[in-house]
């Protein structure tokens, strides 16, 4: 794995902790991307928990090294078990104990890692999902896209317009002990202040979460990224933004 040039050692940066415990570990990480805004520019962050079941990534960890599309992709398969041991992550601490219900996957579209460094206060759900989650973990220098073949490539994909309304018609994703994989594409923020984007974003998150979470009795994961680290080239759905809070 490439790792990106931050004015502190990898090895310091990811051991690095706050001693005010008050500071969510998703600010600090991006305090710490703030030490390179060169670098942060270049990036995407992306978000990941499982709220009952121990995903093998680490409590409210923290990875500064650079992450590509492909260990991403090499995750979510991990954690769903698509692809078995050939798709073991280095981003996992330990194998998957229990595999969830429901892996959601947020592709969001304009996702970058100075606009959330910049207004991370718009995204107290996603804080609090990272936070209060068995496991998860927060990467904020994501780059590249995803290899041809990924377990993106064979989800579900729904627009978050209809996202709702789909998980209401298949309740049989909630407890069928099989891990299904949803893809719910969010549209970029065109016409929406950054904080606004983030924003409306962040509620979306929570609710479709939420909605998860209590048909699943919190057995699910879920992963939030730029629509580039999910879709790479491939064609979107078309959609509107959610409208601002």
């Known amino acids: 794995v490439q790792t990106c040039a931050l004015p502190i050692s990898h090895r310091e940066a990811t051991a690095q902790r706050s001693p005010d415990r008050t500071l969510f570990p998703m600010r600090r990480t991006l ?4 030490l390179s805004a060169s670098a942060a520019s270049a990036y995407t962050p992306a978000f990941l928990w499982s709220e009952k079941l121990d995903a093998g990534v680490g409590r409210a960890a923290e990875h500064l090294g650079e992450v590509s599309a492909h260990e991403l ?3 979510v398969a991990s954690i769903v078990d698509k692809g078995g041991a050939a798709a073991a992550s280095p981003l996992l601490h330990t194998p998957p ?8 996957v947020f592709a969001v579209a304009g996702l970058e890692t100075e606009a959330v ?3 991370a206060a718009s995204l107290p759900q996603i804080e609090r999902l990272v936070r209060t989650s068995e496991s998860s973990v927060s990467m904020p220098f994501t780059a ?3 290899r041809g073949g990924s377990v993106f490539d064979t989800a579900t994909r729904v627009a978050s317009h209809d996202a709702e309304s789909y998980l209401n018609a298949h309740p049989e994703l909630f ?3 099989v891990p299904d994989v949803v893809l719910i594409e969010l549209p970029s923020a065109n016409g929406h202040s950054p904080a606004d984007a983030l924003r409306a974003q962040d509620k979306f998150v929570g609710k479709i979460s939420g909605m998860v979470s209590r048909a699943t009795g919190g057995k699910y994961a879920a992963l939030v990224a730029s ?14 933004m959610p409208e601002p809070l």
């Open 31 to 34: 305090a710490l991307a703030a």
């Open 175 to 177: 407890a069928n002990d």
């Open 144 to 146: 590249g896209a995803p």
């Open 73 to 75: 992709a090499r995750t």
């Open 117 to 119: 460094r910049a207004h």
């Open 97 to 104: 104990t229990v595999h969830p219900e429901v892996q959601l």
């Open 227 to 240: 629509a580039n680290a999910v879709l790479g080239g491939r064609r979107r759905l078309e959609e509107e």
